[in-house]
Each structure stands twice: as C-alpha cells, then as structure tokens.
C-alpha cells in the first residue's frame, strides 16, 4: 500500500471515530505541549543569560582579568573564599604592563566599580549610584553609546578631569527636568561636570544598569571605588573570536611573571570569558533540559500505552473489514501499514497540536512571571520525532495482530 493511500485512510478512520481519535491524541499532546513549554522557557533563560553576560557584563570577544571569579555558581566554599582572599591585588601596574603586551588591534580598558552616594542641587537626595573609574576605551568594549551629550576622552583621562557619564536613571533622579549636559553632579562632596548620558541599558539579575555615573579613571573618581587597593577589573578585547585564545595567554604570561608563579603553581587571578562565565549556567541548563525532556516522557510513555489500547479495541471491532480486505487481495504488509499509519498520523497530530499548545504555554508563563522564551528549534525536531516513535512503538503490536487474522474468520465476525 502506499504511504499516500495508507495516511488517507488513516485520516478517515479519525473522521469516523473522533472520540476514540480524540483520546488517542491526548496522551501524545498533554507530553508535548509541557516538552516544549519548558525547553522554551529553558531556552529563552539561556538566551537572557547568554546575552546579559556576554553582552552587558563582559563584552563580546573579551575577558576579564580580576582577583577572583565575578559569576560563581553558587557552591562557593568558606575555605575558597578565603583562599581567594589571600590572593594578590590586581594593581594600577599590573594593568599598564597587560596593556603594554597585548597586540595592537587588541582593546583594553580598566573598569573599577564601587556603589557611592551622590547628590546634585537639583534634588533632595536619591539612590545610590553604581560609580564607574574607566578608562575610556571601556565605552567601545561594552558598546554604550550616548543619547546626549559625548563620552570623555583620552586627553580628559589623562589630566584625570572630574568629567562624567551617567545613565539614564541617574538623570531622572539627579537632574529632574533639566538638561544635565554641562552641570555638576557631586560624589563623596567632589563636583563632576555630566558631558553625557547613555541609553537605557535595563537591568540584569536585579540589577540596574542605568543608575550609574562613569569618570576618566586618573579623575578623583578612584579614590572612591578604592582602585589603588585593587582593581575591580581589567579589560581586554580580543579583534576577533578567533584571537582569543592568544589575547588570554599574553594576560596569563604577563601576570604569572608579574606574581613569580612557578610553572607548577596555579594561577592567584582569573582571566573570566563569557565562556568561563557561563559554564556553571550550561550544567544547570543541562539538568533543566534533562528534566524538561524526562518528565514529559512519562505523559508520552502513557499516552503510547493508550494509543496500544485503542488500537487494540479497534482491530477488534474492524475484524470484518480486515477479513474483506484480505479476500480482496490485501497482503499481510498492506493491513500491517494502515493500522501503523493511524497510530502514527495519530501519533504525530498530537505532537504537532503540543507543540503549538506549548509554545502557547511559554509565552503565558513567560507573561504571567516574567520568564523569558525562546524558541529551541531542536525541540520541534524532538518533538515530532517523539510523536512518530511512539505511534510506531505503540502501534507495531496491534498492527501485527490484525494483519495475522485469518480472512475467512475475520469474514464471520461481527
């Protein structure tokens, strides 16, 4: 029989038993629809961790160079905190002499942060501001661009000037309805004169990205985030993905020198990628997928079990209709394939309805909690394929009894 004709009968067998067909589904769908649901919200967690690590924190194509790791996966020890503690500084030094070694199409910025209290005239008070000692390539590293005003520049870093940059809810809290360009803002009572303002850059993890104020790291800005003590971090910006690995091995070989490491001894820093960064997210993700994919597994196991049932019934009340088909001439092979193409079609309708029912569910959790979504095209293959299987699985069996009946007993039944 051909594959054509056989889904068509299939398809017309579901017409005539839409109860039965209708419960077939169920299993098949209910399985599905929660696969999907939770590899997207899975998926989409990725994507927004993906894209506020890389993106926002780190950089594209950049690493870090810090004391000890910025994103810990949570397992932290006591003992590891206090062995980190001991390590050395990243001092003002060590950053110039990363700076002097790496290639020139590298980039290379020195960002040092510190949450400080500031004020303005215009204002009775407001919140803390993340403060920011960078240097000025960091605003090309991180890409921020400037909605008004510019952004400092080498020679206003070099005479360490009290210029700054702000973001957009520091404007809002600081200067309310007046154009900040040209005013003061002061930090820890020192005035810095605002020459710019960044776009909205939202939040990541909780935390804001607009309350912030950047100034010239040589700018009194550092005696406030404590840079001569140690360097939150250093920044180095590789021209291409390609160039990483060389651009971390120059910031490994200077700061190994730099801290008198022997070959056998570990590193006292780290040099944090987004890879680095993200690898404690990847084997979080791995269980969350793994259990996205084995709990809705058990919904497919049952619905395959129903399906078995119901074709079971089904070879019992066609019995006649097989007995007339096989003294039409049916073979063995053609009863065989129709019964394994309904459990299939059946199989695979209700997949593709879970999909569709699924990708519904992510986005009415991702609306009613905040969860992020996304669509992880591999899923849709899996589910599909899932959907076939188990309609082959579940329907080989029956399939294989009724293609076994004797035709001129099969012709008696009722």
């Known amino acids: 029989m051909p594959l054509y004709e056989a889904i068509r009968l299939a ?45 926002k924190f780190l950089g594209v194509n950049t690493a870090t160079l810090r ?100 973001g957009i809810e520091t404007k809002q809290y600081f200067f309310p309805n007046v154009d900040p360009i040209g005013r003061d803002i002061k930090v820890g009572g020192l005035p810095f004169r605002v020459v710019g303002v960044l776009e909205k850059q939202g939040t990541v993890f909780g935390q804001p990205l607009d309350r912030v104020i950047y100034a010239p790291f ?62 404690s997210w990847d084997t979080i993700k791995g269980y969350l997928v793994a259990g996205g994919i084995f709990l809705p597994a058990i919904g497919l196991v049952v619905g395959g079990i129903v399906i078995m049932n119901i074709m079971l019934v089904a070879v019992a009340e066609r019995t006649h209709e097989i007995g007339v088909r096989k003294s039409l001439g049916a073979r063995r092979r053609d009863v065989m394939a129709q ?9 695979i309708l209700g997949a593709l309805i879970g999909i569709a029912l699924g990708f519904g569910l992510s986005k009415l959790l991702s609306s009613a909690f905040g969860l992020p979504s996304g669509v992880a095209p591999w899923s849709i293959a899996l589910a599909i394929g899932l959907g076939a299987g188990v309609g082959i699985g579940a329907g080989i069996y029956p399939a294989s009894r009724a293609s076994k009946l004797d035709p001129i007993i099969a012709l008696r039944a009722e």
């Open 67 to 166: 004391r000890f790791p910025n994103f810990q996966n949570g397992n932290v020890t006591e003992a590891q905190w206090r062995l980190w503690m001991q390590r050395p500084p990243i001092t003002i030094a060590d950053a110039y002499a990363v700076r002097d070694a790496l290639p020139p199409d590298a980039g290379w910025a020195i960002d040092d942060v510190k949450w400080v209290n500031a004020t303005s005239k215009y204002t009775n008070g407001g919140p803390q501001l993340l403060a920011h000692a960078a240097t000025p390539q960091l605003f090309k590293i991180k890409n921020l661009n400037i909605t008004e005003g510019r952004v400092y520049n080498d020679e206003e870093e070099q005479l360490g000037l009290p210029v700054a940059v702000i």
């Open 218 to 279: 040589q700018s009194p800005m550092q005696r406030f985030t404590g840079a001569r003590e140690n360097l939150a971090g250093v920044l180095v910006q590789a021209p291409s993905p390609a160039a990483m690995d060389e651009v971390q091995e120059t910031v490994d070989e200077v700061m190994r020198k730099r801290h008198r490491l022997h070959p056998a001894q570990e590193n006292d820093f780290v040099v944090e990628t987004s890879a680095s960064a993200l690898s």
């Open 339 to 347: 019964f394994l193409a309904e459990a299939t079609t059946l199989s």
């Open 11 to 55: 398809l017309a067998q579901i017409r005539v038993q839409k109860l039965k067909s209708f419960f077939t589904l169920l299993g098949v769908t209910i399985g599905v629809t929660f696969l999907i649901a939770v590899v997207s919200i899975v998926q989409g967690m990725s994507n927004y961790v993906t894209s506020a690590v890389a993106g």
